[in-house]
């Protein structure tokens, strides 16, 4: 199976919110990193239907979505980051009503149900109201769906957002679980969702793909820009004003900071192993600072 999307583009207006995007996706999990308004939303949506690109082709098996018709919806599975779940159904009641949609016949949708319901471990809970379900719950309520047409493409536009990391971790499992041969595009703001369960990353800014990697080499670009630093807290104080500082830690009355940059920060820095999340801040430090209340990108 082979999901290549080609010279994708969406324009608002005058916002290019996704600008000449080509890929070829084959079973596996992706997992689509970027920070806000980066296009991750518009990417996804326009790959399950919901939003047509100005330009570019999506095609499934070398046919295009438009050769394939109501053929293509047959193969995939959503999860919109804003799930619109009917508060006053009970859990059962939503994922048959979710097969009819899907138009799943009233055994088949009575066994999927019940064995979707035991897999993402809700089926003690299956007779109560969506209303009173925690937002873990409601996420893995959420993922149940997208599985009752057995999709082959399947769509997760931030689905740990707001879950505590108890939840996140088994919300992991639960999409490895479902991955199993299918391809499985998954975006989040939260690194280590990805990192343990990816297969590949592919890393959005402004519209477009800053990298494409498998996972087992996604970090080699900022081999030797990942720096640490044992220093006192005057140091530390000034280093964050100046550089990218990934971690902190406090150690007796020193702190040793983490540090992503080109240069070494101080005579004394040594390099250390990449992680993806270095990765992510290397090109996304930026933005984040900013919203921290920023660092001086050319103090450094
Ligand atoms: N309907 C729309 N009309 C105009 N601009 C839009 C519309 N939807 C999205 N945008 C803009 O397009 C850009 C990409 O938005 P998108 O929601 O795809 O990003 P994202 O990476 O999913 O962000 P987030 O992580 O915040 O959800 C942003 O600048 C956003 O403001």
Same mark, same amino acid.
């Given at each position: 199976m082979?999901?290549?999307?080609?010279?994708?583009?969406?324009?608002?207006?005058?916002?290019?919110?996704?600008?000449?995007?080509?890929?070829?996706?084959?079973?596996?999990?992706?997992?689509?990193?970027?920070?806000?308004?980066?296009?991750?939303?518009?990417?996804m949506?326009?790959?399950?239907?919901?939003?047509?690109?100005?330009?570019?082709?999506?095609?499934?098996?070398?046919?295009?979505?438009?050769?394939?018709?109501?053929?293509?919806?047959?193969?995939?599975?959503?999860?919109?980051?804003?799930?619109?779940?009917?508060?006053?159904?009970?859990?059962?009641?939503?994922?048959?009503?979710?097969? $009819?949609? &899907?138009?799943?016949?009233?055994?088949?949708?009575?066994?999927?149900?019940? &064995?979707?319901?035991?897999?993402?471990?809700?089926?003690?809970?299956?007779? &109560?109201?969506?209303?009173?379900?925690?937002?873990?719950?409601?996420?893995?309520?959420?993922?149940?769906?997208?599985?009752?047409?057995?999709?082959?493409?399947?769509?997760?536009?931030?689905?740990?957002?707001?879950?505590?990391?108890?939840?996140?971790v088994? /919300?992991?499992?639960?999409?490895?679980? /479902?991955a199993k041969?299918k391809i499985?595009?998954?975006?989040?703001?939260?690194?280590?969702?990805v990192?343990?369960? $990816?297969?590949?990353?592919?890393?959005?800014?402004?519209?477009? /793909?800053?990298?494409?990697?498998?996972?087992?080499?996604?970090?080699?670009?900022?081999?030797?820009?990942?720096?640490?630093?044992?220093?006192?807290?005057?140091?530390?104080?000034?280093?964050s004003?100046?550089?990218?500082?990934?971690?902190?830690?406090?150690?007796?009355?020193?702190?040793?900071?983490?540090?992503?940059?080109?240069?070494?920060? $101080?005579?004394?820095?040594?390099?250390?192993?990449?992680?993806?999340?270095?990765?992510?801040?290397?090109?996304?430090?930026?933005?984040?600072?900013?919203?921290?209340?920023?660092?001086?990108?050319?103090?450094?």
């Amino acid at each position: 199976m082979e999901l290549q999307l080609q010279h994708l583009c969406k324009q608002y207006g005058s916002k290019c919110a996704v600008d000449d995007i080509s890929v070829n996706l084959v079973p596996g999990v992706y997992g689509l990193l970027g920070a806000n308004g980066a296009g991750k939303t518009t990417l996804m949506r326009m790959i399950c239907g919901i939003l047509k690109p100005t330009s570019g082709s999506i095609r499934l098996n070398g046919k295009t979505m438009q050769e394939l018709g109501e053929q293509y919806y047959t193969h995939l599975g959503y999860m919109p980051q804003d799930f619109g779940f009917y508060p006053d159904f009970t859990a059962r009641e939503f994922m048959l009503y979710m097969a $009819a949609v &899907k138009g799943l016949s009233s055994k088949e949708a009575r066994t999927k149900t019940e &064995k979707l319901l035991d897999m993402v471990n809700l089926h003690d809970m299956a007779d &109560k109201k969506i209303k009173s379900y925690s937002g873990g719950m409601k996420q893995r309520l959420g993922i149940a769906q997208t599985e009752l047409n057995d999709p082959s493409i399947l769509i997760l536009d931030e689905p740990t957002a707001g879950l505590d990391p108890k939840e996140r971790v088994r /919300f992991r499992n639960i999409i490895s679980d /479902f991955a199993k041969e299918k391809i499985v595009i998954l975006s989040t703001h939260i690194v280590s969702d990805v990192s343990y369960i $990816a297969d590949a990353i592919l890393m959005m800014k402004q519209g477009r /793909f800053l990298l494409q990697e498998p996972m087992s080499t996604v970090t080699d670009g900022i081999r030797g820009k990942v720096w640490e630093v044992l220093v006192d807290d005057r140091r530390a104080d000034e280093y964050s004003r100046r550089f990218c500082v990934v971690n902190l830690h406090h150690e007796n009355n020193k702190v040793r900071l983490r540090i992503v940059n080109e240069a070494a920060p $101080a005579a004394d820095a040594y390099t250390v192993e990449p992680s993806l999340e270095d990765l992510f801040l290397y090109h996304f430090g930026e933005e984040v600072q900013n919203e921290r209340g920023g660092y001086d990108e050319n103090a450094g």
